[in-house]
């Protein structure tokens, strides 16, 4: 069983960056593809980037691209997300997740696809 434990979110104003790390319990970790999502206060779960098990291919929602990057250290069991130029709108709890099944898929975006998930980190970004 993975586990997963992210750390990095914290209130920060419009404008500003932060990098969330995601740190995971094993090393089978570094054959599983990665990815980020968000949930708002009375909103669903939403995706925000993915990463292949290589690190070679990445994928972003739109709103996001440009704006944050998601990387990964295989060395370190750790995924990143930078997110640079922050909105309010990126105000969430943020989700690391892992999908053994797909490693080499770029575009998987829906929450059942991923079977393991971090606690979350609460990003707050002030207007």
């Known amino acids: 069983q993975v586990q997963l434990v992210e750390s990095g979110g914290r209130l920060v104003q419009a404008g500003g960056s932060l990098r969330l790390s995601c740190s995971a319990s094993?090393?089978?970790?570094?054959?599983?593809?990665m990815g980020w999502f968000r949930q708002a206060p009375g909103k669903d779960r939403e995706f925000v980037s993915r990463i292949t098990y290589n690190g070679y291919s990445t994928y972003y929602l739109d709103s996001v691209k440009g704006r944050f990057t998601i990387s990964r250290d295989r060395a370190k069991n750790t995924v990143y997300l930078q997110m640079n130029s922050l909105k309010p709108e990126d105000t969430a709890v943020y989700f690391c997740a892992a999908d053994r099944h797909r490693p080499t898929t770029a575009t998987v975006t829906s929450p059942p696809d991923y079977e393991y998930w971090g606690q979350g980190t609460q990003v707050t970004v002030s207007s």
């Open positions: 094993e090393r089978t970790f570094s054959s599983y593809a």
